[in-house]
Structures are given as C-alpha cells and as structure tokens.
C-alpha cells in the first residue's frame, strides 16, 4: 500500500509542477508581448544556439555591468542601456547579425532600435532575454567566462520570471 500511496504522491507533484511551470511560461509570454513594441526583429534562443558559430554574429548584453559580471551569454560584449554610446559598437561591421538581450527584451530593443536607426542592417532581440535563455537551461558565464548557474534577477519584482538558475544580485 505505502509504495503505491507514494507513486501516487510523486505523480501528483510532478505534473502540478508542470502544470505551475506552464502557467508561468504562459504569463511570462504575455508580459514580454505586453512590454515589446516589436521595433527589432526577435530571435528565438535555439535560433540563437544555431547561429553562434557565424563568423559574422555580435552579441550585445544590453544590461548594466553589475548584471553582465553575474552572468551572460558566450561571448558577448557588455553594452549597457542606461550609458549605452554608439562609439561601443563603432568596431562592427554594419553588415554584421547583431543580437541584443538583456533580462527580457525591453532595454534590448531599445538598444536594437538605436543600432538601426545608426544603419545596421541585421540586428535581432533574443525573445525573453537572459531570463528565457536561464529558464531553457543553456549555458552561462561569469566575469571570468567561467560556466556558472548564477543569473542576476534585476529586481525581486522581475525575478519571479525566472523558473531555473541561482539569482545573485552581485557576482561572486
């Protein structure tokens, strides 16, 4: 009896669980459709995930550097929003794939747009930002470009968006 009783209970956890998980997929999607203005093209991550070995493909982390050091994708170039300058991009081909993120999209398409309306041609929004690419589990960096599993939450408000991930407000 105990065993089943136990089955019973482990089956019972795992699909509320993945039932509480899709609500939040479901809710996040809508808050990132109700903040985007869809100005700059998107770009899903496993999209993203294809294209990182292009010869030609720039990632630019749209996010402040204390959020950068806690983590970011592979290679990318820390661009900020709040000081963001041109003169940051001034050594990339206008030719180039360009792809923005920050925590979900916003402050990078803000950026995308500024990059567009400077003459670039192929600039692309990662859909759902770092927090997407934290909650899909695809790998991460810190400071040091060392695999981490730290992501900087940007707020308590914002951080309930992230399902995976360990949230850090500062780097270690």
């Given at each position: 009896?105990?065993p089943?009783?136990?089955?019973?209970?482990?089956?019972l956890?795992?699909?509320?669980?993945?039932?509480?998980?899709?609500?939040?997929?479901a809710?996040?999607?809508?808050?990132?459709?109700?903040?985007?203005?869809?100005?700059?093209?998107l770009?899903?991550?496993?999209r993203?995930?294809?294209?990182?070995?292009?010869?030609?493909?720039?990632?630019?982390?749209?996010?402040e550097?204390?959020?950068?050091?806690?983590?970011?994708?592979?290679?990318?170039?820390?661009?900020?929003?709040?000081?963001?300058?041109?003169?940051?991009?001034?050594?990339?081909?206008?030719?180039?794939?360009?792809?923005?993120?920050?925590s979900?999209?916003y402050?990078?398409?803000?950026?995308?747009?500024?990059?567009?309306?400077?003459?670039?041609?192929?600039?692309?929004?990662?859909y759902?930002?770092?927090?997407?690419?934290?909650?899909?589990?695809?790998?991460l960096?810190?400071?040091?470009?060392?695999?981490?599993?730290n992501?900087?939450p940007?707020?308590?408000?914002?951080?309930?968006?992230?399902?995976?991930?360990?949230?850090?407000?500062?780097?270690?």
């Amino acid at each position: 009896m105990m065993p089943r009783f136990i089955f019973t209970c482990l089956l019972l956890f795992y699909f509320s669980n993945a039932f509480s998980q899709d609500i939040l997929n479901a809710k996040f999607e809508k808050k990132i459709k109700g903040l985007l203005d869809n100005s700059v093209s998107l770009i899903s991550c496993e999209r993203l995930q294809e294209k990182y070995h292009s010869k030609d493909l720039y990632i630019l982390d749209a996010r402040e550097s204390s959020e950068f050091k806690v983590s970011h994708l592979k290679n990318a170039r820390c661009v900020g929003y709040d000081n963001f300058s041109l003169k940051s991009v001034s050594d990339i081909p206008k030719e180039s794939k360009v792809v923005v993120y920050c925590s979900i999209g916003y402050r990078s398409e803000k950026v995308g747009e500024k990059l567009l309306a400077a003459g670039f041609r192929r600039v692309y929004n990662l859909y759902g930002g770092i927090f997407e690419w934290t909650n899909r589990e695809l790998p991460l960096f810190d400071g040091q470009n060392t695999d981490t599993k730290n992501i900087h939450p940007y707020s308590k408000e914002w951080g309930k968006w992230l399902s995976k991930g360990d949230k850090k407000m500062k780097a270690d």
